[in-house]
């Protein structure tokens, strides 16, 4: 299969206009600006395009949501990268910066942007400072148009800023804490105009889209899943890494084929297919096709496709300990159900984890976890009982031999 993100992964000096230049980088933005706004956004509607930074919305149809001759108009770059086992636009923004920079700006030529924010998650020391030298070297040799004004805003260090309401407030200097939607960014974002927010590995697809076309793309992948994805796999791997591949690629192969399967003797006793908010999956779910489509009908979703295996060595009640420390930490307090109910599963966890728990409270987890659902304001709350249901459907022995024997089971 063609590669779109990674296809020169591996070439000694990416990183620098010269090398991305040889390689016919910059084509695909050359020819952008010979069309029309409207013209490249109908393009990006035709490859298929899917946001890569979780929802899977189609992206050109969120860029035709912008109001008519309304500006300025913003465009937000969420390289913030904070779900748990996602990895891959730190990869995309450390070795290939311009190709980020090409997608940005035929981007924001398709929605008359001239203002960029680029928000990169603050611990990415070596992808601002990759980012940031390219910006300069692409303005120094004209490469960029000239109206474009880029800045990297440095994340805030939290995992709610790349919820994208609580991006803008970030950017505004206000406590990154989700708006309520609508309106929704399109219509009023960044002080109140309309703005979009796109993914890093969303943006770097477009350079190929224009140059090889949008059937080219809607080629790859399956009919409403265009296109290749990174996913980014870690945990009980032999190698770990991120691995392009065309999206609806099943679950094993990326395990087994890509990422050297586990280590010997061991067995898969749950993964989580889309970063730490999707829902597990079992042991008997690895030919699943993994797609924005096919996972949701599932039960569980593609998300940022970070992709955690866990093993049969691997405590489960443990594991989905540390995942609900993460929600509780996390969670910004905006809203009562989220910032106490993630404390009571965490609480609740915690006393099943350390030998004090009592049977009753697998279903008191239950029943916390209802009280959130449909509840939270965003999805952050809604997404911190996810790993603890979804676990307990096939793996409840394991948490009541926690309780019974006070002790993990494996
Ligand atoms: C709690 C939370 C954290 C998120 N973190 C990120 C993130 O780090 N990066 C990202 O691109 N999207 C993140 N998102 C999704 C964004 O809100 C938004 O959907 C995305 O940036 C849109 O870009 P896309 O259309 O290109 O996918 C997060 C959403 C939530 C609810």
Not at 244 to 272: M, S, W
Not at 289 to 311: N, P, Q, Y
Not at 336 to 359: A, F, N, Q, S, V
């Amino acid at each position: 299969m063609e590669k779109i993100l990674f296809k020169h992964n591996g070439t000694p000096n990416l990183e620098t206009l010269a090398t991305y230049r040889s390689l016919g980088g910059y084509e695909g933005l050359k020819a952008t600006l010979a069309l029309k706004p409207e013209e490249v956004v109908d393009v990006v509607k035709r490859s298929g395009l899917r946001g890569r930074g979780g929802a899977g919305f189609p992206t050109g149809t969120k860029w035709g949501f912008l109001p008519k001759d309304v500006y300025p108009r913003y465009l937000c770059v969420n390289a913030d990268e904070g779900e748990p086992g996602t990895f891959k636009d730190r990869q995309l923004m450390e070795e290939n910066p311009h190709l980020l920079l090409e997608g940005i700006a035929i981007a924001a030529h398709a929605i008359a942007a001239e203002t960029v924010y680029i928000y990169i998650r603050g611990e990415y020391e070596k992808s601002i400072e990759r980012v940031e030298r390219a910006i300069a070297e692409a303005q120094a040799a004209g490469v960029l148009p000239e109206r474009l004004k880029l800045s990297i805003y440095r994340g805030a260090g939290a995992y709610i800023c790349g919820e994208e309401t609580s991006l803008l407030n970030s950017i505004e200097g206000e406590r990154p804490e989700p708006r309520l939607k609508p309106p929704f960014p399109a219509v009023a974002g960044l002080y109140g105009k309309p703005t979009v927010i796109n993914n890093v590995e969303t943006l770097c697809c477009l350079p190929d889209i224009i140059t090889k076309g949008p059937e080219w793309f809607a080629a790859i992948g399956t009919p409403k899943n265009a296109g290749t994805k990174i996913y980014s796999v870690s945990g009980a791997v032999r190698k770990p890494g991120n691995y392009e591949l065309a999206l609806g690629t099943p679950l094993r192969e990326i395990i087994f084929n890509h990422a050297g399967g586990l280590h010997d003797g061991r067995k898969v006793k749950a993964v989580i297919p889309g970063g730490a908010s999707a829902a597990m999956l079992g042991p008997d779910q690895l030919d699943i096709a993994m797609d924005f489509d096919t996972l949701a009908a599932a039960g569980s979703m593609l998300g940022s496709a970070g992709v955690i295996v866990i093993d049969d060595a691997t405590c489960i009640v443990r594991s989905v300990l540390s995942l609900s420390h993460f929600y509780q930490h996390e969670s910004c307090g905006k809203c009562t159900p989220c910032r106490e109910g993630t404390y009571w599963l965490l609480e609740i966890m915690d006393r099943l984890e350390h030998g004090k728990g009592r049977m009753e409270d697998l279903d008191l987890l239950g029943r916390v976890s209802k009280k959130m659902a449909g509840r939270c304001f965003c999805p952050l709350g809604e997404s911190a009982f996810v790993p603890i249901m979804s676990s307990l459907k096939f793996c409840r022995d394991e948490y009541e031999f926690h309780i019974r024997e006070k002790r993990c089971m494996v």
